[in-house]
């Protein structure tokens, strides 16, 4: 069978063809730069614990533990007052979950993709081509071509495609889905520095600053690095002027003496004093002198908010920035990127080694599309409490709410809440047929993340849970007591006998782990978890008749071995190339993945290509200008309108607000859409 064809290397696309590479799916990653990455210390990522955990399972844990940094506790400050402070747990040998939450991972975004390209490089089931930028598509009922121009420009082959190609995606244009959306939601100047602050490893959001005016616009954030380096945000009001490098340097000098002489345990007025003159360590202002600091770097963030209208067509996938951008208050696209990546690679996993059910490839824009889409919704909700607070009422925004504006703000930036939490997949069409209603058997409903806990795998080693993710099922049985035992005892006493034939039984690959206790869970339950953490089910005792049919549900059901997915290219997809044209790669490995270089015979150039192809192939987007003028310049609060024609292109989603389901599986959960453009 043909590799998969990865378009984009950026921290998404990688991590996605590592992924791969772990099932042993082969891959080919369509890189359009030279592969060398810019150092940019101000161009930052903030990795939950969660999506940190998946990019340690592709080889890079060393690289986020040297270059990365876990902050000690994150804090508020309104004006000169500590608001709120959220100490993590910190580090122990075996990772153990404590009462604390886990610390974000901060590091710099070259730093993660200098890790997975030097992870991928180890890798003989992928090879990453640079210089090739993407020209065409074209697929048919056997797999999907794509044409690349420049040093290595040629036709490749591959059984599916995933464009990671960035918010210009050159594959969302070919395939014509439109990317509506809101345009500078929020501004941000951006500045990496060596310095000092009176709470070392400790993360900071300043609201109001008094040196910077005070006024309930004004935010500052500062985030520790490796090194004594600190990322700085300063959200910037609504509007398009420029950020002078004398005024960078000045809200930098502002900050950086309103933080001085403040106490790490109570932040306050201070006092004022002299200090002594010299580079960066002087009077300035009548309270308090500089700091000593090094700039490394500046720049200026802009925030889009925008969501594909179709995440697969036929053979082609969006992942990443090509299917959403979004950031504001604090939320992290990369960690959504990352996200899309685990959910889809052991999705294509199964198709490549399996086939697979269009339940099973259809279920990748369901979960995370409506995922993303209901982020995207709980910041437009938020934008105008937390920016224009003295114009929008609380029931307004949130009906019923009671929380804080600082605790939203929390929320969003350290993955939390509505902003920021593990998605769960309360609504996948891969869920199991509904058991008996004896209520919940765990603390974790059905599609939300496990809890992390220790068990024990079959060669008597004891690890982490989510250790073991990515590679198949995982059948996981609550046995208290155990460990005080000797493995070969009780593998043959109990219900360990049955169960391990009913594992070896499933229709999927499935692997039988052991644990002491999990929240909630009775003695004897059996959890059954998806390849990327999400729990299926849990069943009291050994039920191999529901074991069997949760497993044939997580794989979508029948697979026909890919008649359905040749049949979705036939009717959605382009004419095949002529016959010659294109050479079919070897599964193998990545070597000779490449199709003949021959030129295309036929004469039909991508555009005469276009007049007879189906709409979905060979299209540049032509909305997207019009649709990046039509975003408002902030978040106006309100709702749009309800996407009943996306609904229906889509195949059904949810009703409305209310939560109807359609006749098909559910692509929007949230039913209505804060996103929105002229062409609308």
């Given at each position: 069978?043909?590799?998969v064809?990865?378009v984009g290397?950026?921290?998404?696309g990688?991590?996605?063809a590592?992924?791969l ?17 810019e ?7 903030v990795?939950?614990p969660?999506?940190?955990a998946?990019v340690?399972?592709l080889?890079?844990?060393?690289a ?6 876990r902050?000690a506790?994150?804090?508020i400050?309104?004006r000169?007052?500590?608001?709120e ?11 153990a979950?404590?009462?604390?939450p886990a610390?974000?991972v ?8 200098r ?19 993407l ?8 797999g999907?071509?794509a044409?690349t ?14 464009g990671?190609d960035?918010p210009r995606?050159?594959?969302?244009k070919?395939l014509d ?5 809101r345009t ?9 520095l ?7 490893g400790?993360?900071?959001l ?7 005016g005070?006024?309930p ?5 500062a985030?520790?690095?490796a090194?004594g380096?600190?990322?700085l ?9 420029l950020?002078?490098?004398?005024a960078l340097v000045?809200?930098?000098?502002d ?5 001085s ?5 109570e932040?306050?007025?201070?006092s ?6 010299g580079?960066?360590?002087r009077?300035?202002?009548?309270g ?5 600091y090094?700039?490394?770097?500046t720049?200026v963030?802009t ?17 990443g ?11 992290q696209?990369?960690?959504?990127g990352?996200?899309d990546?685990?959910n889809?690679?052991?999705k294509?996993?199964?198709?490549w080694h399996h086939?697979?059910s ?7 824009q ?11 919704r709980?910041a437009?909700?938020?934008?105008p ?7 929008v ?9 009671a ?5 939203l703000?929390?929320d969003?930036h350290l993955g939390?809440?509505p902003l920021?939490?593990?998605?769960v ?7 199991p047929p509904?058991?008996?209603a004896?209520?919940?058997l ?5 599609g939300a ?7 024990t795998a ?11 993710l990515?590679?198949g099922l995982?059948?996981?049985l609550?046995a208290?007591?155990t460990t005080?035992?000797?493995r070969?005892?009780w593998q ?12 070896a ?6 692997e039988?782990l052991?644990?002491e ?5 009775a003695a004897?339950?059996?959890?059954l ?6 729990l299926?089910?849990?069943?009291a ?17 029948a ?5 359905g997915?040749a049949?979705?290219?036939?009717s ?5 190339r002529?016959?010659?044209a ?7 490995g990545a070597?000779?993945?490449?199709a ?8 039909t150039?991508?555009?005469?290509h ?12 032509s ?8 975003g408002?310049?902030g ?7 309800a996407?009943?024609?996306a609904g ?5 989603g949810?009703?409305g ?6 006749a ?9 859409s ?7």
């Amino acid at each position: 069978m043909d590799p998969v064809i990865v378009v984009g290397a950026g921290p998404v696309g990688l991590s996605l063809a590592l992924a791969l590479a772990r099932l042993g799916v082969p891959s080919v990653v369509l890189d359009e730069t030279p592969g060398q990455e810019e150092t940019r210390p101000a161009r930052t990522a903030v990795l939950r614990p969660d999506t940190a955990a998946f990019v340690g399972r592709l080889g890079c844990a060393d690289a986020l533990e040297s270059a990365g940094t876990r902050w000690a506790a994150w804090r508020i400050m309104r004006r000169r007052r500590l608001v709120e402070r959220v100490a993590f747990a910190p580090r122990t040998p075996d990772d153990a979950a404590g009462p604390a939450p886990a610390s974000p991972v901060h590091l710099p975004q070259h730093a993660l993709t200098r890790a997975l390209r030097a992870a991928l490089a180890r890798e003989k089931l992928a090879e990453v081509v640079t210089g090739s930028r993407l020209a065409d598509l074209e697929q048919d009922e056997h797999g999907i071509s794509a044409h690349t121009r420049g040093p290595n420009g040629t036709w490749w082959r591959g059984s599916y495609l995933i464009g990671c190609d960035g918010p210009r995606s050159t594959v969302r244009k070919l395939l014509d889905i439109r990317f509506p959306g809101r345009t500078a939601v929020e501004r941000h100047a951006v500045a990496a520095l060596r310095c000092e602050l009176p709470w070392p490893g400790e993360a900071l959001l300043h609201r109001s600053p008094p040196r910077q005016g005070g006024g309930p616009g004004s935010e500052v954030s500062a985030r520790p690095l490796a090194d004594g380096i600190w990322r700085l945000d300063w959200l910037l009001p609504p509007g398009r002027e420029l950020v002078t490098p004398d005024a960078l340097v000045a809200r930098i000098r502002d900050s950086l003496a309103g933080w001085s002489g403040a106490s790490p345990a109570e932040p306050g007025a201070g006092s004022t004093g002299a200090g002594p003159e010299g580079d960066g360590n002087r009077w300035h202002g009548p309270g308090r002198p500089v700091p000593p600091y090094e700039l490394l770097d500046t720049g200026v963030h802009t925030v889009h908010h925008r969501l594909a209208r179709r995440w697969r067509q036929g053979r082609a996938f969006l992942a990443g920035d090509a299917a959403h951008l979004l950031g504001a208050l604090g939320t992290q696209g990369l960690d959504e990127g990352l996200r899309d990546a685990e959910n889809l690679a052991w999705k294509l996993g199964l198709a490549w080694h399996h086939g697979a059910s269009e339940l099973l490839l259809d279920s990748y824009q369901a979960e995370r599309r409506g995922a993303v889409a209901a982020r995207l919704r709980a910041a437009d909700q938020a934008l105008p409490l937390l920016r224009d607070g003295r114009s929008v009422r609380w029931r307004t925004v949130l009906p019923g709410a009671a929380r804080g504006r600082s605790t939203l703000l929390t929320d969003g930036h350290l993955g939390r809440g509505p902003l920021g939490a593990p998605p769960v997949y309360a609504r996948t069409p891969l869920a199991p047929p509904a058991g008996p209603a004896d209520g919940p058997l765990v603390e974790t409903v059905p599609g939300a993340p496990v809890v992390d806990v220790a068990v024990t795998a079959s060669d008597g080693s004891v690890v982490r849970l989510h250790d073991r993710l990515g590679q198949g099922l995982l059948v996981v049985l609550v046995a208290p007591g155990t460990t005080v035992w000797d493995r070969r005892h009780w593998q043959s006493a109990g219900l360990m006998p049955r169960l391990t034939s009913a594992v070896a039984a499933l229709p999927m690959p499935a692997e039988l782990l052991v644990t002491e206790s999990y929240p909630g869970a009775a003695a004897h339950t059996v959890l059954l978890v998806r390849p990327d953490g999400h729990l299926v089910t849990a069943l009291a005792g050994v039920r191999p008749e529901e074991m069997t049919a949760c497993a044939e549900a997580v794989r979508g059901g029948a697979h026909g071995r890919g008649a359905g997915a040749a049949r979705r290219a036939g009717s959605e997809g382009a004419p095949a190339r002529p016959t010659g044209a294109v050479g079919a790669a070897g599964a193998g490995g990545a070597a000779g993945l490449r199709a003949s270089d021959t030129p295309d015979t036929s004469g039909t150039s991508g555009a005469a290509h276009e007049a007879h192809a189906a709409p979905e192939i060979g299209r540049a987007d032509s909305s997207e200008a019009s649709e990046g003028a039509g975003g408002a310049a902030g978040a106006t609060g309100a709702m749009g309108a309800a996407e009943g024609r996306a609904g229906e292109a889509e195949g059904g989603g949810a009703a409305g607000p209310a939560g109807t389901a359609g006749a098909h599986s559910p692509v929007d959960p949230v039913g209505t859409s804060m996103l929105h453009s002229e062409s609308d």
